[in-house]
Nanobody
Framework: QVQLVESGGGLVQPGGSLRLSCAAS????????MGWYRQAPGKQRELVAR???????NFADSVKGRFTISRDNAENTVDLQMNSLKPEDTAVYYC?????????WGQGTQVTVSS
């Protein structure tokens, strides 16, 4: 089992920044992939960004150039730095981890971009 705990969501004005953090705990030796998904009201959950143990990253086209992702393999944490936030970034953001061929999810943290 893998437990994921997110922090860092909140309300921010357009153009502002937020940093999301996620810490993983449980019985595992290595987390192959960690990342973030988001789900806006009435929409499907979508990938925001992910990063492998080796540091390879993938980003949704909508966040390229604005968001960065980083992880600490020793601490089993992953962070998402979100800059130049737009109202359309408003969603519940979920941390995820791919471990032993299974996906694990955090409880989600709300990000609201509004003036």
């Amino acid at each position: 089992q893998v437990q994921l705990v997110e922090s860092g969501g909140g309300l921010v004005q357009p153009g502002g920044s937020l940093r999301l953090s996620c810490a993983a705990s449980g019985m595992f030796s290595r987390i192959n992939v960690m990342g973030w998904y988001r789900q806006a009201p009435g929409k499907q959950r979508e990938l925001v960004a992910r990063i492998t143990t080796g540091g390879t990253t993938n980003f949704a086209d909508s966040v390229k150039g604005r968001f960065t992702i980083s992880r600490d393999n020793a601490e089993n944490t992953v962070d998402l730095q979100m800059n130049s936030l737009k109202p359309e970034d408003t969603a519940v953001y979920y941390c995820y981890a791919f471990v032993y061929s299974q996906n694990y999810w955090g409880q989600g943290t709300q990000v609201t971009v509004s003036s």
